[in-house]
């Protein structure tokens, strides 16, 4: 992706069968901004980050799993992954998703 470039999300990556495919779209000392694409069924097994990260669903919909909650979250709505507590996701259908981790600890 361009600077000061207007782009569509979902066009910066396509669904590939059965896998979960990543491209950075933004990269700095403060954060990272991380594109996924998840094929239907396909996930991330629980693990927890040091960081707090904000999730963004860009279309289809998802299962995540905070600290043991699940979540269901759809294209348009977001949800906050706090920093050290164990989550996992698995898309419920084919899903892009947009991840923002937030390199602070305040």
Do not use: C, W
């Not at 600077?3 to 669904?15: F, G, H, K, N, R």
């Amino acid at each position: 992706m361009k600077p000061a470039s207007v782009t569509t999300i979902s066009t910066l990556i396509d669904y590939q069968p059965d896998a979960v495919v990543s491209s950075e779209i933004l990269h700095k000392s403060g954060g990272i901004v991380t594109l996924f694409a998840f094929a239907e069924n396909q996930g991330l097994s629980e693990h927890s980050s040091p960081f707090d990260a904000l999730v963004q669903i860009v279309e289809g919909k998802m299962e995540i799993t905070i600290s043991g909650h699940r979540h269901r979250v759809a294209a348009g709505e977001l949800i906050i992954m706090p920093a050290n507590e164990p989550h996992a996701l698995h898309a419920l259908s084919a899903t892009k998703m947009l991840l923002t981790m937030l390199k602070s600890k305040e």
